[in-house]
């Protein structure tokens, strides 16, 4: 066990490198501890009814993990899920910064198991430095949330009584997490083992067919871990304006809509500052919509750099091979569908490439019936290298 303390924790004597999120807070941090590394083991492959598929998960900007556990001021944070009531937040970046400072004064945020275990409400309260407290947290299978640290979110439902205003054991935990999210759930660490897990290690050129749709993190978090990890060897199309950092005035409002990419677009959003409650948003394919969750966690965060979108200049580096893999980031994608620009870019590629040198990264939520999606199969027995979150809890270890 750590010897020092939440006091310690609050008051040391070495400052963060990392600066404090916003609204400004004044983080002090013992960095010696959270700079000690915690290897981990890389996740199993599984054989789901033949398919060979890796698991994989969402993750969080590194931007967003707050450098140390922040002083807390209320046991539970407010936002309860599936009240609606509690969905205050609108969706700007005011209410993203509120959104966040909300978890980082709590102890604990309250999350409950719905399509699957995972969403990006878990690693937005790790983030913040607060627990997430999982309602059956013992039935989370090995196959779900495969980055997290487990045994560490199961602790937190052992907690002692509090007695006398402190929880036992809490900063130990508090900590023990946030360091952990630090170093294995941000998006840098996915993309660099998307990588490693394809046998794409030193790949430096990487071409990602951003065709993301409406609510699709995994697409979002992908490409922001690529982006972060391969700078401008990182050729993404369709540019996708809402993952870019916006070209507004200072101190003007960024307007967080997108085109539906999809048949439908849906949306809830927190309004309190704005209409007062939540209210549902919903479009058709090709109309203005709310970007989904707000693009709390994901959007206009990407700098822009220098590349070239082209279709000639692509049509000339696919036939030359000069991208050391393709990333197909959903099954849209990979089963070749969407809009026409994305069709031939799959066409292109599928002429050119081997399916070993093509990444599929699918992020559905699991099955309601526990069953493996349908077509999973038949692109695994193509040869892709294919990721799945959250796999059935029937498949076996490879």
Not at 305 to 310: A, F
Not at 373 to 382: D, I, M, S
Request: charged letters at 20%; aromatic letters at 10%.
């Amino acid at each position: 066990m750590l010897s020092w303390r939440w006091s310690l924790l609050l008051a040391g004597e070495v400052v963060a490198v990392q600066p404090p999120t916003v609204p400004p807070y004044a983080f002090r941090c013992q960095s010696a501890f959270y700079s000690t590394a915690v290897p981990v083991e890389s996740p199993k492959t599984w054989s789901c009814e033949g398919a060979r598929v890796h698991p994989i998960s969402f993750a969080i900007p590194a931007e967003d993990v707050v450098p140390c556990v922040p002083e807390k001021f209320t046991d539970f944070a407010s936002l309860r899920p599936g009240v609606k009531d509690t969905y205050i937040f609108p969706m700007t970046s005011f209410g993203e910064m509120e959104y966040k400072r909300m978890y980082r004064e709590a102890r604990f945020a309250v999350k409950v198991r719905r399509k699957g275990w995972e969403t990006m409400r878990i690693y937005e309260i790790l983030a913040s430095g607060s627990l997430p407290y999982i309602e059956n947290v013992d039935q989370i299978p090995p196959t779900a949330l495969v980055f997290v640290n487990k045994t560490l979110l199961k602790a937190a439902h052992t907690l002692g009584a509090r007695k006398d205003g402190v929880w036992p054991g809490y900063a130990t935990l508090a900590a023990e997490l946030l360091r952990h999210t630090q170093q294995h759930l941000t998006t840098e660490a996915l993309a660099r083992y998307i990588l490693s897990a394809s046998r794409r290690s030193t790949a430096s050129k990487v071409l990602y067919i951003s065709h993301c749709l409406h609510g699709d993190y995994q697409c979002y978090v992908s490409l922001h871990g690529l982006r972060k990890v391969l700078g401008s060897g990182l050729v993404d199309i369709p540019r996708l304006d809402y993952m870019y950092e916006p070209r507004v005035a200072a101190m003007r409002q960024i307007k967080r809509t997108m085109l539906c990419p999809q048949t439908s677009c849906t949306v809830v959003s927190g309004g309190r500052g704005e209409t007062g409650k939540a209210t549902f948003d919903m479009a058709g394919e090709g109309m203005p919509v709310a970007l989904y969750g707000g693009g709390f966690s994901y959007a206009y965060r990407l700098p822009e750099l220098p590349i070239n979108r082209s279709l000639s200049a692509l049509r000339r580096s696919l036939a030359a091979h000069e991208f050391d893999a393709v990333i197909f980031p959903n099954t849209e994608v990979a089963e070749g569908q969407g809009p026409r620009e994305v069709r031939q870019l799959v066409q292109l590629v599928q002429r050119h490439y081997d399916p070993k040198e093509i990444i599929v990264l699918d992020g559905r939520d699991p099955d309601p019936d526990g069953r493996l999606h349908a077509g999973v199969a038949e692109l695994a027995a193509q040869g892709f290298v294919y990721f799945l979150r959250e796999p059935p809890s029937f498949c076996k270890a490879a």
